[in-house]
């Protein structure tokens, strides 16, 4: 490949913070809060227009679907996005659980209104490309944005990009699998036009479990107690329209999820389309991958129309702003979480938050129906040979089972906090991140209502 020599330059120190954190998904927008919550001054980067991350960027609005009567939670600042949602008009019941099914618009004034209210300085639509170091210590980083390249210093910086963009740069060791093993990617979308009440008579008449997530394409394991249980799988309108060749014949990945259905005749949060091979951290994966989505979402509209009762007349209210990635980098951590963990119930003495026994990924399906929960580590959040730098939601440190429960969104709401917390603890007490007293962040944590034990 031909080369060119970038010249160096000097740019503008626009802002200085206590605690940076870069990327405002659920990791990020509880990091931030949690920081500020905790009184040091907090500063929220964002590459887009709106703070959410997934929720709001993608449209992924199943915050808790696993929650049934005898799930034991984490409470703290993912709970309160469910109730704050609810309280701003941005929430609905969902439909498989007992849960508030986020509504990824509306959710961008609830963020804005967290972040407002928490007192964190926002920057929205820069992007973070270089971290900015003294040896192996990170101190800041530089945005690009319409105003160029900028510096922005901090006294720790927390990395919620998703994909450990900071951690990776600063040179932290990360790991990212294969392509071909990486989760798939989906372009979201949302309908309008439905017939809600044809809809859910066939819904009723036809109801869907979670065992039919296993026939055709997938294979998934369950613990058994999941499989009688109602899932809002759709799978018969695409098998139809592959043998009447609306689909061809060999796409046979979709199928999948709706999310909520509205009296005003939306369809929001569908999960149907699933695009293997695609590299989050690779901007031609992304583009290719973005267009062949749109294709296929229009693809599973128009089988819907024609082989779904009640879709008659639905039509494309918008996909999400980009395509939704679930998988790439994570970091190699000061402590690495297995399976065995989050099969397992585990228990850290560092916890920094509990999460229900939800597996979802990699082909498992493990639901929290019957109240077990595992600890959440804090040193998973640190990475190995970087100081000053926390990792949250779903780049922290674990294995391919442990990230199926990690990544899910109220857990990244976990790690995001906990790292708040310890990063305006260890700036308190003068201490660097791997050597905080962990009671102290525990106390804050519980002063902020999470559950940690
Ligand atoms: C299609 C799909 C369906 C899913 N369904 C569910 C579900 O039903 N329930 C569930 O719990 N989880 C679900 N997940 C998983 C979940 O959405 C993610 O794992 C979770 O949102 C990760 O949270 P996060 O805070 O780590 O990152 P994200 O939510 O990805 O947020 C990262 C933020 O960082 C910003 N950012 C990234 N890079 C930069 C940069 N360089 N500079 C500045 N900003 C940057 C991004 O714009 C984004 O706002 C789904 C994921 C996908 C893709």
């Known amino acids: ?134 040896g192996n210590k990170i101190v800041g980083i530089i945005t690009e944005s319409k105003a160029g ?70 294979s998934v394991e369950t613990d058994g107690k999941e499989d009688k249980m109602f899932s809002p799988f759709l799978k018969r309108p695409f098998e139809q329209a592959r043998i009447n060749g609306l689909i061809p014949a060999d796409l046979s990945t979709i199928s999948g999820t709706w999310g909520a259905v509205h009296d005003t005749g939306e369809m929001t949060y569908m999960n149907l389309v699933h695009l293997a091979g695609c590299d989050g951290t690779d901007p031609d994966d992304l583009t290719h991958f973005e267009i062949e989505g749109r294709k296929q979402a229009m693809l599973a509209i128009e089988a819907l129309r ?48 509990i999460y229900p026994e939800f597996i979802d990924g990699y082909g498992i399906l493990i639901l929290p129906t019957t109240g077990r929960y595992m600890h959440i580590p804090y040193r998973s959040l640190i990475p190995k040979l970087v100081k000053g730098l926390l990792v949250v939601g779903r780049a922290t440190g674990g294995d391919k089972v442990a990230h199926a429960a990690t990544r899910n969104m109220a857990c990244c709401a976990v790690s995001g906090q906990g790292a708040g917390v310890a990063a305006a603890v260890a700036l308190k007490y003068s201490r660097d991140l791997e050597e905080i007293n962990i009671s102290l962040v525990q106390n804050e944590l519980l002063r902020q209502g999470v559950r940690i034990n």
């Open 306 to 353: 024609k082989y779904a009762p009640g879709c008659e007349a639905i039509r494309l209210r918008n996909f999400g702003m980009t395509i939704g990635i679930r998988d790439t980098r994570k970091i190699d951590a000061h402590y690495n979480m297995q399976e065995n963990d989050v099969r397992h119930q585990a228990r850290f003495d560092d916890s920094i938050g």
């Open 1 to 134: 490949m031909r080369r060119f020599a970038e010249p160096a330059q000097e740019i503008d120190i626009i802002h200085e913070t206590d605690v940076l954190v870069v990327g405002s998904g659920p990791g990020g927008l509880a990091a931030a809060l949690s920081a500020s919550r905790a009184g040091v001054k907090t500063t929220l980067v964002e590459r887009f227009g709106c703070f959410g991350g997934n929720i709001t960027t993608v449209g992924v609005e199943g915050f808790a679907w696993y929650r049934h009567e005898q799930t034991v939670e984490a409470n703290g600042i993912g709970r309160e996005f469910e109730e704050r949602a609810k309280d701003m008009g941005a929430a609905v019941p969902e439909s498989q659980s007992l849960s508030y099914e986020l509504d990824s618009e509306g959710f961008k004034l609830v963020a804005d209104k967290l972040v407002q209210e928490a007192g964190i300085h926002p920057m929205l639509h820069r992007m973070f490309v270089k971290p900015i170091m003294q």
């Open 149 to 218: 390249r900028e510096a922005l210093l901090a006294r720790i910086v927390i990395d919620a990009t998703g994909d450990a963009d900071v951690a990776y740069r600063a040179g932290a060791p990360t790991t990212k699998p294969p392509k071909e093993a990486l989760q798939a990617a989906s372009v979201m979308f949302h309908c309008a036009g439905l017939d809600k009440a044809k809809f859910m008579e066939d819904v009723k008449a036809n109801p869907q479990t979670y065992a039919d997530w296993s026939t055709g394409e997938w």
